[in-house]
């Protein structure tokens, strides 16, 4: 493992994008390779095993690639596999979870609201979150059928999202919360829909900067921080079609680096 290695990131498909924008803002000089398993898509409607073994699979790719660390950058993947992943190989990883903590010290209202996959909200991992951070506080949890999707096809607005994201809203606004946490790495993309639609007051937050400071820190201890003083380079895999995440990644990212790959053959049944 050396500092000139890249730094592999996964997600059940586009939605880890958001993670790794906040990372290349940190380090700018670091190579990134973006596995997104958008043909598995949606992770949080799948059996833990099922995941478990998906990102095992997408470890192993991203291993001999040489990586130096890993970001789970999928909360739905972070409950399922991370520990699993960390028993089992000895690559560092990063994993992401919604922002409770944060949120916790930003109510004013005591009330929070939280946005996410049914499997985050359901894991035992975010049941202990809440009970660490937010004890005594109004939590209201809302799981958002659909709206992964949405990201998927990169319909980040227009009327369907937004009537989708109005419902998921609702409960959040008839209980009063003064902070919403974006608790699945896909919504960030909804994020300027989502502060239209809350009112005024109420903060939207997400936890891409936590992560990228995460991986600095321990890419820092490890002394593995990229030395080049050059830009650093993106390569994106998909276990999708690559003609049709290929135009959502350039959407959502801004462009498709050194190019949209497809995954070996194993990936894609
Ligand atoms: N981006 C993933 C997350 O943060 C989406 C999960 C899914 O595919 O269900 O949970």
Redesign the pocket.
Known sequence: MAAQDPIGLF???V??LSIMKEIRRLLPHEDLIYVGDSKF?????KTSTAIQERCRMITKFLLAKSVKLIVV??????VAALEQLRAEFSVPFVG?EPAVKQAASFTKKKRIGVL??G??LSGARFTSLVEKFAGGLTVVNQACLGL?EQVERGAINGPETEAMLRRYLQPLEEKGVDVVVL????YPFLRPLVEKMVQPGVQVIDTGAPVARQTQRVLTQATLINPKTQAGKEWFYTSGDPSVVGPVIEKLWGSHGEGVQQLPAAFLT
């Open positions: 997600d059940s498909g939605g880890g898509c949606p992770y949080g409607e950058a999928c909360n739905s993947a972070s992401v996410a996959t499997l985050t992964v608790g699945c790495t896909h």
